[in-house]
């Protein structure tokens, strides 16, 4: 049977239709709508960021370092916020998110409510199929080379020399389809933007190594905590297959990240933890640290890549200026699809994303977030959790996934933490540090 489930989509882009019908519209101007396909792209030109590939450095205890010491802070920031504001000025936005309500709701936790009516006005909900994490790239359907240049904001790409750089000109190289960064043209906060990585490249949505380091940097670059980049898989809440990340800018920490957690593992090689997030409702695991940014993309992606090809939908939260990453492998569209969801939560329209899942709630309907309290948005979020006898089925898989690929290379792989003091809930890392230790068998 296939699993699909009716819901609204996001409108992320202003181009984003379903009646688009430009074919045998190229000729020399381009198509009329500036886009980045072959009708348009020859002579056009974009702003370009060249970030400074810093894959260094141990830094104290094997964190990652962004080693900065660059004077001029944060201009990656300077021009993300400053072409935003300018795309709002222009009207490119469907609503002013600056002017939905947001409130922390009162608790321990202290959950994240945003009233946001505008987002889901107009169109029919449509059918998502959610039971498979990779689906094969469509030309036909809406794909991030049909959006308008107006949308983009500037090209993100390595620098040659280890230096910043910027060109407000920049032409488009469609030989070496560049990472581009676009405004979403439906914002859940300020500064919202897409990172489509290798745009030309027509990748699905599903995360590679390259890709993933991609939006590292992106993180570590902008400097900033309070800007996070999350990723959403086909079955876990995307609705675009084309591969791309979001991103955005909120001043307040993300109850997640104040989730105690308990190391379960090391990697021997490369040095990045992995952890168990503690008492929070969706569960999951933190990664961080590394001796180099690569050691930690490296795990972190093949965990996702793991998770792919195992067909389990999750979501990705990049945190700390790209120090930590969390990882939720997720079953709300799977239980939504079976009938297994109250209609009492359904009826909210809550999609649990990333940013749901994270703490940031963005709510459709005013009495849901009159009435929001940190009991309801825990309910919500216990719906999205793997179950603990199924999360420890994933993590074996991941385990063995990550040990095997860098023990392809080098020799060993991870060890099992035993150092640590002892975590709230024993059960749990017991089971944990027994599925690790299966995993960890060399082969
Ligand atoms: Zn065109």
Avoid at 346 to 363: K, R
Wanted: aromatic share 8%.
């Amino acid at each position: 049977m296939m699993l699909k489930i009716k819901r609204v989509p996001t409108v992320v882009s202003n181009y984003q239709k379903e009646d688009v019908d430009d074919d045998g519209a190229h000729h020399a101007s381009g198509c009329g709508r500036n886009c980045l396909r072959s009708c348009c792209i020859p002579g056009s030109k974009l702003p370009l960021y060249a970030f400074k590939k810093v894959n260094n450095v141990v830094s104290g205890k094997g964190s990652v370092s962004t080693e900065n010491n660059d004077p001029r802070i944060d201009i990656l920031g300077s021009l993300l916020f400053g072409e935003w504001e300018d795309r709002m000025k222009r009207g490119l936005f469907r609503y002013d998110v600056t002017a939905c309500e947001t409130k922390v709701i009162p608790g321990e936790y202290g959950f994240i409510a945003q009233l946001n009516e505008g987002r889901h006005l107009q169109k029919r909900p449509t059918e998502f199929r959610v039971d498979k994490v990779l689906q094969p790239f469509d030309e036909n359907k809406f794909n991030f080379t049909k959006v308008s240049q107006e949308e983009v904001l500037f090209q993100f790409e390595a620098s040659e020399d280890d230096e910043v750089h910027f060109f407000p000109n920049a032409p488009i190289d469609a030989d070496n389809s560049p990472n581009l960064v676009a405004i979403n043209v439906s914002p859940i906060e300020y500064g919202h933007v897409l990172l489509v990585p290798r745009i030309l490249e027509h990748l699905p949505q599903m995360i590679d190594r390259k890709s993933f380091l991609l939006a590292l940097y992106m993180a570590v670059e902008a400097k900033d905590p309070y800007f996070r980049l999350g990723y959403n898989s086909l079955g876990a809440f995307a609705t675009i297959n084309h591969l791309h990340f979001q991103a955005y800018y909120l001043a307040a920490p993300f109850p997640i990240e104040r989730a105690p957690s308990k190391k379960i593992a090391t990697m021997r090689v490369g040095g990045v933890k992995i952890s168990d997030i503690l008492k929070y409702p969706v569960r999951g695991l933190v990664f961080e640290g590394g001796n180099t940014l690569e050691d930690l993309s490296n795990v972190v992606s093949d965990a996702c890549i793991c998770l792919q090809e195992n067909n389990v939908p999750y979501n990705v939260l990049i945190a700390d200026t790209g120090k930590r990453v969390f990882l939720f492998p997720q079953c709300y569209a799977e239980k939504q699809a079976l009938g297994e969801v109250s209609s009492e939560l359904l009826d909210t329209q809550v999609n649990p994303a990333v940013w749901e899942i994270s703490g940031h709630m963005v709510l459709k309907r005013k009495k849901d977030y009159e009435e929001a309290s940190e009991e309801n948005a825990w309910r919500l979020l216990a719906e999205v959790s793997l179950s603990e006898e199924r999360l420890q089925e994933v993590k074996e898989l991941i385990f063995e996934a990550i040990c095997c690929k860098i023990e392809d290379k080098i020799v060993s792989s991870a060890t099992v933490d035993e150092s640590d003091e002892k975590p709230e809930s024993h059960e749990d890392v017991d089971a944990a540090l027994k599925g690790l230790q299966f995993a960890m068998v060399p082969v």
